[in-house]
Structures are given as C-alpha cells and as structure tokens.
C-alpha cells in the first residue's frame, strides 16, 4: 500500500512544474532581449577590411603591404587639402600598389598626410582602413605601417 501512494501522490508537483517553467521562460526573455541590446544580431552588414600599407614619400607611392584583399572601386585616397581621388577598379592584394601615377587619376604626391577610405559597397558608411603619417613627409625609406581596425559605428 505504501508504493501506491507514493506514486498517486502529486500534490506538489504542480507548483514546482509552474515554478521551473516560470524561470526558464524567465531566462529565455532576458537572453533574448540582451542580444538585441548588445548587438549580437545578425544585422552587422559588410566589415571593412583590414590592410597593412607601405608609405613612400619618396616615389610618391602606397603599397598594399597585407591583410585582407581589397576592391579598388571601394576604396579613396584622401590627400590634406585636397579632395578624395578613387582608385582604379579591381582587386588589390599584398605587394600591389594602391597609389601611384597610374592607379590613381591625378594623385597627388605622397607626403604623409594620405588616408585610404573604404566605402561599404551598400551604402551605409565609410571607415578609415590605413593612413600614413605628417612623419613620413620627408623620409626616403619606405616604412612599413600596421593600420588598426576601427570599431563600427553601426
């Protein structure tokens, strides 16, 4: 007799199921809510590349060092004082040059003050992927720079 009511007695079973279920549900909210909150979701869109540059004042070039391959329709060389210059179309990869006479129309000279802005090819944005420094303006070696990755302001 002892066995049998052991088995049919469930009394107590039903606010504890509730109680489980309520913090589960609980917890499932609170995941949610704060991926939205952090920005975990799937909305990040394109990524800026990374690239490591090479800054020669002296040739008045700047080559593509490293990192990330790179469209050359996505990318401006912005020179102090005067406006952004597009490179040439195409896929750049380390050791071309992403700035001389030929792949920039009407570059002007290299003298460290150059920025290369990447465009979102959607859009929404640009970044700064690689500068060269006021530093470099009269040095006749080139100098090898390992450009940072600025945060999205997505």
């Not at 102090?80 to 001389?100: C, F, P, Q």
Request: aromatic share 4%; proline share 4%; glycine share 12%.
């Amino acid at each position: 007799m002892v066995g049998k009511q052991i088995f049919e007695d469930d009394a107590g079973v039903s606010p504890v199921v509730g109680v489980i279920l309520m913090v589960a549900i609980t917890v499932i909210l609170a995941a949610v809510a704060g991926s939205f909150v952090l920005g975990l979701d799937d909305s990040t869109g394109n990524v800026a590349p990374q690239v490591s540059i090479e800054c020669n004042a002296a040739d008045d070039v700047i080559t593509h060092e490293g990192g990330d391959n790179v469209e050359g329709d996505q990318l401006d060389v912005l020179n102090a004082g005067s406006s952004s210059k597009s490179i040439d179309s195409g896929t750049y990869t380390a050791g071309d040059e992403l700035v001389n006479g030929s792949t920039v129309s009407g570059t002007p000279a290299i003298d460290g003050d150059e920025e290369i802005r990447w465009n979102n090819p959607d859009g929404s944005g640009s970044q700064i992927i690689a500068e060269c420094w006021q530093a470099l303006r009269n040095l006749a070696r080139p100098i090898h720079l390992s450009i940072y990755q600025p945060i999205s302001d997505a």
